[in-house]
T-cell receptor
Framework: NAGVTQTPKFQVLKTGQSMTLQCAQDMNHEYMSWYRQDPGMGLRLIHYSVGAGITDQGEVPNGYNVSRSTTEDFPLRLLSAAPSQTSVYFC????????????FGPGTRLTVT | GNSVTQMEGPVTLSEEAFLTINCTYTATGYPSLFWYVQYPGEGLQLLLKATKADDKGSNKGFEATYRKETTSFHLEKGSVQVSDSAVYFCALPLTGGGNKLTFGTGTQLKVEL
């Protein structure tokens, strides 16, 4: 049981480039979400999904896109990276709408220059 | 909307010292309250939770009591160990409930021999 996995662990982008952060879970969780962690600000919710085919915006969705075609995968897309998106990104999953324990991935550290 | 204010860090303690990390919240109703812990280089993991007023959550020697009179959920441990060195986050659901969490800014704890 791998839990929540994220790739890549580290990434450096130039301003304007695009990329996709991958997230997968093998626990058959319905709920998945993306957070960003910035110094002095804790974690902030970017987007979330309550099941395959259903996504919604969190607190800080601008500049990010998501989709949920399967229960297992929840990729986060940066269409045109900006320095303000330099952060550590965490994917999380849980059994249902909850509030239930959330299981976090190890994170992706993204630097935009 | 719902929000949480957490004690600033870093906190440095000697092994076997008593730990308190303060957390106060603003919320509509009486949502569940959580403490998550992040060990170096890892994602967050649930430490403990309380689902209603006067509940006490506990795990690994840590405790926190849901106090609606003072809107607080302070984390305590009677005798810390070096292995407790980590960042601790207080959290509660965003307004509207469910698994969408809002986190405090995190408190870094360093325990020395």
């Amino acid at each position: 049981n791998a839990g929540v996995t994220q790739t890549p662990k580290f990434q450096v982008l130039k301003t304007g480039q695009s990329m996709t952060l991958q997230c997968a879970q093998d626990m058959n969780h319905e709920y998945m979400s993306w957070y960003r962690q910035d110094p002095g600000m804790g974690l902030r919710l970017i987007h979330y999904s309550v099941g395959a085919g259903i996504t919604d915006q969190g607190e800080v969705p601008n500049g990010y896109n998501v989709s949920r075609s399967t229960t297992e995968d929840f990729p986060l897309r940066l269409l045109s990276a900006a320095p303000s998106q330099t952060s550590v990104y965490f994917c999380a999953s849980s059994y249902g709408v909850g509030p239930y324990e959330q299981y976090f991935g190890p994170g992706t550290r993204l630097t935009v220059t | 909307g719902n929000s949480v204010t957490q004690m600033e860090g870093p906190v440095t303690l000697s092994e076997e010292a008593f730990l308190t990390i303060n957390c106060t919240y603003t919320a509509t109703g009486y949502p569940s309250l959580f403490w998550y812990v992040q060990y170096p280089g890892e994602g967050l993991q649930l430490l403990l939770k309380a689902t209603k007023a006067d509940d006490k959550g506990s795990n690994k020697g840590f405790e926190a009591t849901y106090r609606k009179e003072t809107t607080s959920f302070h984390l305590e441990k009677g005798s810390v160990q070096v292995s407790d060195s980590a960042v601790y986050f207080c959290a509660l659901p965003l307004t509207g409930g469910g698994n969408k969490l809002t986190f405090g800014t995190g408190t870094q704890l360093k325990v020395e021999l």
